[in-house]
């Protein structure tokens, strides 16, 4: 079992949607989580960080988090074009540096 | 603007050849990271270090792979001697922490 895990996707939505993306980790232990967006032939961005479970909310973008269930989620409200990437999961177990999942590419269409 | 810059931004060299990709942090970030990533093993950790020193290399191939930090303004990842597997984008990331990494643009290694 991988520690992080996501659907590779492609997420389609049409513009203007709710785009919703998944991750599960392995590791009961992790306490941080994060999400970095990463456009085609670019490098990987940090875009949310959430700590506690709950939602945390920043402008379009809102990330879940439920220990209990080792599940992560991010979504992107009133989706738009440039929205289109691929989307990687980072847990933190505390026991080395981020553990990134495979990433979800994610496709927004006009 | 702060950014981590990486060089080369290209390289294709043939099996065998040393390989030594470059990479300066941002100024004023204690830790560093090296990555590789393909489309098939996705983003892997190589190499960590904080306050230039190597806190976990357990990623990186130890027989060709070396990371160094000579000085707070540089950290190197050499391939000797390079195969075709190595073939991937590899990134160099800093930040303030182990979570806030801010990543170069990285370096695309191509080995035939």
């Known amino acids: 079992q991988k520690e992080v895990e996501q659907n590779s996707g492609p997420l389609s939505v049409p513009e203007g949607a709710i785009a919703s993306l998944n991750c599960t980790y392995s590791?009961?232990?992790?306490?941080?989580f994060f999400w970095y967006r990463q456009y085609s032939g670019k490098s990987p961005e940090l875009i949310m960080s959430i700590y506690s479970n709950g939602d945390k909310e920043d402008g379009r973008f809102t990330a879940q988090l439920n220990k209990a269930s080792q599940y992560v989620s991010l979504l992107i409200r009133d989706s738009q074009p440039s929205d289109s990437a691929t989307y990687l999961c980072a847990v933190d177990t505390g026991r080395r540096a981020l553990t990134f999942g495979s990433g979800t590419r994610l496709q927004v269409q006009p | 603007d702060a950014r981590v810059t990486q060089t080369p931004r290209h390289k294709v060299t043939e099996m065998g050849q040393e390989v030594t990709m470059r990479c300066q942090p941002i100024?004023?970030?204690?830790?560093v990271f090296w990555y590789r990533q393909t489309m098939m093993q996705g983003l892997e950790l190589l190499a960590y270090f904080r306050n230039r020193a190597p806190l976990d290399d357990s990623g990186m191939p130890k027989d060709r792979f070396s990371a160094e930090m000579p000085d707070a303004t540089l950290a190197t990842l050499k391939i000797q001697p390079s195969e075709p597997r190595d073939s991937a984008v590899y990134f160099c990331?800093?930040?303030?922490?182990?979570?806030?990494?801010?990543f170069g643009p990285g370096t695309r290694l191509t080995v035939t």
């Open positions: 100024l004023g970030h204690n830790t």
């Open positions: 590791d009961r232990v992790s306490q941080s």
């Open positions: 990331a800093s930040g303030p922490n182990s979570y806030e990494q801010y």
